[in-house]
Protein backbone atom coordinates (compact mmCIF):
# COMPACT_ATOMS: atom_id res chain seq x y z
CA UNK A 1 0.00 0.00 0.00
CA UNK A 2 1.07 3.84 -0.42
CA UNK A 3 1.25 5.25 3.27
CA UNK A 4 1.07 8.95 3.10
CA UNK A 5 2.75 10.84 6.47
CA UNK A 6 1.42 14.36 6.64
CA UNK A 7 3.69 16.44 8.68
CA UNK A 8 4.97 20.13 9.40
CA UNK A 9 8.07 18.83 11.56
CA UNK A 10 10.30 16.25 11.12
CA UNK A 11 10.76 13.98 14.38
CA UNK A 12 12.35 10.62 15.56
CA UNK A 13 8.06 9.27 15.67
CA UNK A 14 8.25 10.20 11.32
CA UNK A 15 11.40 8.71 10.36
CA UNK A 16 10.64 5.65 12.35
CA UNK A 17 7.16 5.64 10.85
CA UNK A 18 8.84 5.98 7.84
CA UNK A 19 11.14 2.57 8.36
CA UNK A 20 8.18 0.75 9.75
CA UNK A 21 6.26 1.37 6.50
CA UNK A 22 9.58 -0.14 3.98
CA UNK A 23 9.80 -3.18 6.42
CA UNK A 24 6.25 -4.20 6.45
CA UNK A 25 6.40 -4.14 2.06
CA UNK A 26 4.50 -0.97 2.51
CA UNK A 27 5.56 2.67 0.18
CA UNK A 28 5.41 5.38 2.21
CA UNK A 29 4.86 8.78 0.59
CA UNK A 30 6.26 12.07 2.60
CA UNK A 31 3.48 15.39 2.46
CA UNK A 32 5.38 17.53 4.01
CA UNK A 33 2.68 20.46 4.47
CA UNK A 34 4.65 23.74 4.68
CA UNK A 35 6.44 22.70 1.84
CA UNK A 36 3.46 23.29 -1.20
CA UNK A 37 0.36 25.03 -1.31
CA UNK A 38 -3.08 22.75 -1.49
CA UNK A 39 -5.11 23.09 -4.51
CA UNK A 40 -9.13 21.68 -4.13
CA UNK A 41 -9.19 21.14 -7.83
CA UNK A 42 -6.14 18.96 -8.15
CA UNK A 43 -5.44 15.35 -8.67
CA UNK A 44 -3.46 14.15 -5.29
CA UNK A 45 -0.53 11.96 -5.36
CA UNK A 46 -2.30 8.26 -5.23
CA UNK A 47 -2.18 6.92 -1.48
CA UNK A 48 -4.38 4.45 0.43
CA UNK A 49 -4.59 6.12 3.44
CA UNK A 50 -2.80 8.70 5.77
CA UNK A 51 -1.38 9.24 8.94
CA UNK A 52 -1.36 13.37 9.99
CA UNK A 53 1.85 13.99 12.42
CA UNK A 54 1.52 17.68 12.11
CA UNK A 55 3.22 19.14 15.43
CA UNK A 56 0.79 22.28 15.04
CA UNK A 57 -2.38 21.75 15.58
CA UNK A 58 -3.92 24.29 13.39
CA UNK A 59 -1.94 22.32 10.88
CA UNK A 60 -3.37 19.10 11.99
CA UNK A 61 -6.73 19.93 11.64
CA UNK A 62 -6.80 22.05 8.36
CA UNK A 63 -5.09 19.25 6.23
CA UNK A 64 -6.90 16.24 7.82
CA UNK A 65 -10.11 18.54 6.53
CA UNK A 66 -8.62 18.99 3.19
CA UNK A 67 -7.11 14.88 2.45
CA UNK A 68 -10.20 13.77 4.03
CA UNK A 69 -12.57 16.17 1.22
CA UNK A 70 -10.19 14.48 -1.68
CA UNK A 71 -11.48 11.21 -0.59
CA UNK A 72 -8.24 10.37 1.77
CA UNK A 73 -9.15 8.54 4.99
CA UNK A 74 -6.78 10.06 7.49
CA UNK A 75 -5.40 9.04 11.09
CA UNK A 76 -6.87 10.28 13.09
CA UNK A 77 -9.35 11.88 11.44
CA UNK A 78 -10.02 16.09 11.69
CA UNK A 79 -12.99 15.15 14.13
CA UNK A 80 -10.61 13.58 16.31
CA UNK A 81 -8.03 16.08 15.59
CA UNK A 82 -10.64 19.05 16.72
CA UNK A 83 -11.79 17.07 19.68
CA UNK A 84 -8.84 16.29 21.53
CA UNK A 85 -6.91 19.27 20.30
CA UNK A 86 -9.26 21.23 22.57
CA UNK A 87 -9.38 20.29 26.35
CA UNK A 88 -12.79 21.88 26.74
CA UNK A 89 -14.11 19.83 24.10
CA UNK A 90 -12.21 16.50 25.25
CA UNK A 91 -13.71 17.26 29.27
CA UNK A 92 -17.43 17.46 27.99
CA UNK A 93 -17.00 14.24 25.71
CA UNK A 94 -15.34 12.27 28.03
CA UNK A 95 -18.06 13.40 30.94
CA UNK A 96 -20.96 12.51 28.35
CA UNK A 97 -19.67 9.42 27.81
CA UNK A 98 -19.38 9.08 31.86
CA UNK A 99 -15.45 8.28 32.21
CA UNK A 100 -14.06 9.83 35.17
CA UNK A 101 -12.50 12.81 35.42
CA UNK A 102 -10.54 15.90 37.56
CA UNK A 103 -14.13 17.87 38.50
CA UNK A 104 -13.34 20.86 36.10
CA UNK A 105 -15.30 24.10 35.43
CA UNK A 106 -15.09 26.75 32.85
CA UNK A 107 -15.46 30.80 32.80
CA UNK A 108 -15.08 33.35 30.20
CA UNK A 109 -14.14 36.19 31.96
CA UNK A 110 -11.88 36.99 35.33
CA UNK A 111 -14.67 37.54 37.75
CA UNK A 112 -16.37 34.25 36.99
CA UNK A 113 -13.31 32.55 36.74
CA UNK A 114 -12.58 33.45 40.35
CA UNK A 115 -16.01 32.40 41.53
CA UNK A 116 -15.45 29.13 39.67
CA UNK A 117 -12.48 29.10 41.66
CA UNK A 118 -13.86 29.30 44.95
CA UNK A 119 -16.33 26.47 44.05
CA UNK A 120 -13.51 24.30 43.66
CA UNK A 121 -11.44 25.07 46.01
CA UNK A 122 -7.38 25.98 46.36
CA UNK A 123 -4.92 24.32 45.15
CA UNK A 124 -6.13 24.23 41.36
CA UNK A 125 -4.85 24.12 37.95
CA UNK A 126 -5.18 26.41 35.02
CA UNK A 127 -4.77 25.23 31.87
CA UNK A 128 -4.99 27.40 28.05
CA UNK A 129 -8.00 25.07 26.59
CA UNK A 130 -5.71 24.40 23.39
CA UNK A 131 -1.66 23.58 23.82
CA UNK A 132 0.38 20.73 24.88
CA UNK A 133 3.73 20.06 26.59
CA UNK A 134 2.50 21.07 29.42
CA UNK A 135 3.17 25.19 28.65
CA UNK A 136 1.10 27.73 30.28
CA UNK A 137 -0.15 24.85 32.84
CA UNK A 138 -0.44 26.77 36.42
CA UNK A 139 -0.59 25.51 40.17
CA UNK A 140 -2.76 28.08 41.54
CA UNK A 141 -2.42 28.12 45.31
CA UNK A 142 -4.98 30.96 46.72
CA UNK A 143 -7.10 34.07 45.12
CA UNK A 144 -4.31 36.42 44.65
CA UNK A 145 -2.23 34.33 42.68
CA UNK A 146 -4.99 33.27 40.41
CA UNK A 147 -5.52 36.78 39.98
CA UNK A 148 -2.50 37.60 38.94
CA UNK A 149 -2.41 34.78 36.02
CA UNK A 150 -6.00 35.63 34.88
CA UNK A 151 -4.91 39.64 34.72
CA UNK A 152 -2.25 38.88 32.60
CA UNK A 153 -3.96 36.50 30.17
CA UNK A 154 -6.81 39.11 29.99
CA UNK A 155 -4.16 40.77 28.06
CA UNK A 156 -2.98 38.12 25.97
CA UNK A 157 -3.53 38.67 22.23
CA UNK A 158 -5.21 35.23 21.72
CA UNK A 159 -9.17 34.94 22.48
CA UNK A 160 -8.23 31.08 22.94
CA UNK A 161 -6.27 32.12 26.32
CA UNK A 162 -9.83 33.93 27.58
CA UNK A 163 -11.43 30.85 28.14
CA UNK A 164 -10.58 29.76 31.23
CA UNK A 165 -10.09 25.96 32.12
CA UNK A 166 -10.11 25.60 35.89
CA UNK A 167 -9.73 21.83 37.19
CA UNK A 168 -9.26 20.67 40.58
CA UNK A 169 -5.70 19.63 41.64
CA UNK A 170 -5.14 15.72 41.93
CA UNK A 171 -2.82 14.65 44.33
CA UNK A 172 -0.84 12.34 42.40
CA UNK A 173 1.45 9.53 43.48
CA UNK A 174 4.26 11.64 42.02
CA UNK A 175 3.68 9.84 38.39
CA UNK A 176 0.55 9.44 35.66
CA UNK A 177 -0.44 7.25 33.19
CA UNK A 178 -0.06 7.92 28.93
CA UNK A 179 -1.50 4.73 27.94
CA UNK A 180 -1.90 4.08 23.98
CA UNK A 181 -5.04 3.73 22.20
CA UNK A 182 -3.95 2.09 18.49
CA UNK A 183 -7.23 1.59 16.99
CA UNK A 184 -9.56 -1.30 19.21
CA UNK A 185 -6.36 -2.25 21.39
CA UNK A 186 -4.22 -0.77 24.04
CA UNK A 187 -0.80 -2.46 23.63
CA UNK A 188 1.28 -0.53 25.94
CA UNK A 189 1.55 2.53 28.07
CA UNK A 190 3.89 4.31 30.64
CA UNK A 191 4.60 5.56 33.96
CA UNK A 192 5.49 9.53 34.00
CA UNK A 193 7.35 9.86 37.30
CA UNK A 194 8.50 13.19 38.64
CA UNK A 195 9.11 15.11 41.89
CA UNK A 196 7.16 17.91 40.34
CA UNK A 197 3.60 18.69 39.84
CA UNK A 198 3.79 18.49 36.06
CA UNK A 199 5.17 14.68 34.51
CA UNK A 200 5.62 15.57 31.11
CA UNK A 201 8.54 14.08 29.78
CA UNK A 202 8.99 16.78 27.97
CA UNK A 203 9.74 18.32 30.99
CA UNK A 204 12.13 15.95 32.95
CA UNK A 205 9.21 13.23 33.65
CA UNK A 206 11.30 9.91 33.69
CA UNK A 207 9.32 7.13 31.72
CA UNK A 208 8.64 3.82 33.25
CA UNK A 209 7.11 0.83 31.22
CA UNK A 210 3.69 0.38 32.85
CA UNK A 211 1.89 -3.13 33.08
CA UNK A 212 -2.03 -2.13 31.96
CA UNK A 213 -4.54 -4.12 33.77
CA UNK A 214 -7.98 -5.03 32.65
CA UNK A 215 -9.03 -1.74 34.36
CA UNK A 216 -6.95 1.16 32.67
CA UNK A 217 -7.16 -1.18 29.25
CA UNK A 218 -11.27 -0.55 29.43
CA UNK A 219 -10.98 2.60 30.30
CA UNK A 220 -8.59 3.60 27.69
CA UNK A 221 -10.44 2.39 25.10
CA UNK A 222 -13.57 4.01 26.28
CA UNK A 223 -12.00 7.10 26.42
CA UNK A 224 -10.48 6.69 22.67
CA UNK A 225 -14.24 5.81 21.26
CA UNK A 226 -15.96 8.99 23.17
CA UNK A 227 -12.95 11.28 21.78
CA UNK A 228 -13.35 9.80 17.77
CA UNK A 229 -10.79 7.14 17.71
CA UNK A 230 -7.57 6.56 15.82
CA UNK A 231 -3.93 6.67 17.37
CA UNK A 232 -4.17 8.10 20.84
CA UNK A 233 -2.92 8.59 24.03
CA UNK A 234 -4.90 9.07 26.87
CA UNK A 235 -3.70 10.68 30.23
CA UNK A 236 -4.82 9.51 33.40
CA UNK A 237 -4.47 9.89 37.06
CA UNK A 238 -4.50 8.06 39.66
CA UNK A 239 -6.58 9.31 42.51
CA UNK A 240 -6.01 7.97 46.09
CA UNK A 241 -9.75 7.59 46.89
CA UNK A 242 -11.77 7.45 43.53
CA UNK A 243 -8.80 5.62 41.58
CA UNK A 244 -8.74 6.32 37.48
CA UNK A 245 -9.09 10.06 36.50
CA UNK A 246 -9.00 10.62 32.45
CA UNK A 247 -7.50 14.06 32.04
CA UNK A 248 -6.67 14.50 28.37
CA UNK A 249 -6.29 12.51 24.94
CA UNK A 250 -3.41 13.49 22.63
CA UNK A 251 -4.47 13.01 19.03
CA UNK A 252 -0.75 13.95 17.54
CA UNK A 253 0.65 11.72 20.57
CA UNK A 254 4.72 11.10 20.69
CA UNK A 255 6.08 7.60 21.44
CA UNK A 256 9.42 7.78 21.53
CA UNK A 257 10.46 7.07 25.07
CA UNK A 258 7.69 4.91 25.37
CA UNK A 259 9.48 2.78 23.03
CA UNK A 260 13.06 3.09 24.16
CA UNK A 261 11.64 1.72 27.89
CA UNK A 262 8.52 -0.51 26.75
CA UNK A 263 11.20 -2.12 23.94
CA UNK A 264 7.82 -2.79 21.48
CA UNK A 265 7.82 -1.82 17.78
CA UNK A 266 4.84 1.01 18.26
CA UNK A 267 5.53 2.40 14.66
CA UNK A 268 4.60 -0.75 12.96
CA UNK A 269 1.61 -1.38 15.16
CA UNK A 270 0.53 1.91 14.17
CA UNK A 271 0.97 0.64 10.50
CA UNK A 272 -0.60 -2.37 10.58
CA UNK A 273 -3.33 -0.03 11.81
CA UNK A 274 -3.20 2.48 8.80
CA UNK A 275 -3.49 -0.58 6.39
CA UNK A 276 -6.95 -1.87 8.27
CA UNK A 277 -8.26 1.27 8.00
CA UNK A 278 -7.17 1.35 4.39
CA UNK A 279 -9.03 -2.01 3.66
CA UNK A 280 -12.58 -1.04 5.03
Same mark, same amino acid.
Given at each position: ?12 ? !?? #? ?10 ? /??? =????? =? =?? #? /?????? !? ?10 ? &? ?6 ? $? ?38 ? $?? $??? !? ?5 ? *????? /? ?46 ? %????? #?? %? ?5 ? &?? /? ?26 ? !? ?20 ? $? *???? %? ?21 ? #? ?9 ? *?????
Amino acid at each position: MKIAIIYDVIRWE !EK #DLVRAIRELGHE /PIL =FHVTS =F =FL #D /PNSKLP !EVDVAINRCVSH &SRAVASAI $FYEEKGVPVVNSAYTLIVTGNKLYTTMKLIAHNIPTPRTL $FA $FTK !ETALKAA *EKLGY /PLVVKPIIGSWGRLIAKVSDKDSLESILEHREYMQNPQYKIYYLQEYV %RKPGR #DL %RIFAIGD &SV /PLGIYRVSSYWKTNTALGGKAVCAKINN !ELEELTLKAAKAVGGGVLGVDI $F *EDPM %RGYLVDEVNGVTEYRNTVRVCGK #DVSKMIVNYLV *EVAKK
